[in-house]
């Protein structure tokens, strides 16, 4: 049973556009949540992340908000760049530490030029 | 330069046979994790250890062993009990002492059973 969800597979946006990618999850315990990019035949790397005390994260273009009474994570990339596509991963733990993440299983999102 | 090694890059092994995956770092972490990745599956949990002489099982775990004897070091087995090896893995750690759970990934390995 997934307890983290990306229901997108893939999104495609014009370079220069808003990409938002959505997340979703079940377990009400979790309390910090993480974004990872990856590239092909690469380890991800992290990108940003939110603690539940907070409903918004910014760092750059990129931005996530949590609504933690939908159970809902949307990273937010403005403006966006060919660089910027890859697979983007959402990641949920609860509070304990050095306990591993969840995945949800990503979304490729590809920046058209 | 701080940071995961794993080699090799790509592995080819023969239907049976055990195969061996290497995964260093020298973040000085203490946890580190294996991770499976399958198109359209995203990054499932094999094995993952908190601490040297440690490891608990993830949530697939079946056909793989580890060892964790030393701190930089968490080579992960693929037996000839999994049923379909063909993947690739990727190995992390973390630490506390960072961004909370942020943890840093190895470049990968892909592994190609014959």
């Known amino acids: 049973d997934q307890q983290v969800k990306q229901n997108s597979p893939s999104l495609s946006v014009q370079e220069g556009r808003i990409s938002i990618l959505n997340c979703d999850y079940t377990?009400?315990?979790?309390?910090?949540f993480l974004w990872y990019k990856k590239y092909p035949a690469e380890g991800p790397t992290f990108l940003i992340s939110?603690?539940?005390?907070?409903d918004k994260n910014e760092d750059g273009r990129f931005t996530v908000f949590l609504n933690k009474s939908a159970k809902h994570l949307s990273l937010h990339i403005v403006p966006s760049q060919p660089g910027d596509s890859a697979v983007y991963f959402c990641?949920?733990?609860?509070?304990?530490?050095?306990?591993?993440?969840?995945f949800g299983k990503g979304t490729r999102l590809s920046v058209i030029a | 330069d701080g940071g995961i090694t794993q080699s090799p890059k790509y592995l080819f092994r023969k239907e049976g046979q055990n195969v061996t995956l290497s995964c260093e770092q020298n973040?000085?972490?203490?946890?580190m994790y294996w991770y499976r990745q399958d198109p359209g599956q995203g990054l499932r949990l094999i094995y993952y250890?908190?601490?040297?002489?440690?490891?608990q099982k993830g949530d697939i775990a079946e056909g793989y062993s580890v060892s964790r004897e030393k701190k930089e070091s968490f080579p992960l087995t693929v037996t000839s009990a999994q049923k379909n090896p063909t993947a690739f893995y990727l190995c992390?750690?973390?630490?506390?002492?960072?961004?909370?759970?942020?943890?840093?990934f190895g470049p990968g390995t892909r592994l190609t059973v014959l």
């Open positions: 973040l000085n972490h203490d946890a």
């Open positions: 990641a949920a733990v609860g509070n304990s530490g050095n306990t591993p993440l969840v």
């Open positions: 992390a750690s973390s630490s506390p002492g960072g961004i909370r759970n942020e943890q840093f």
């Open positions: 377990n009400s315990m979790f309390d910090y």
């Open positions: 939110i603690s539940s005390i907070k």
């Open positions: 250890s908190q601490i040297v002489n440690d490891f």
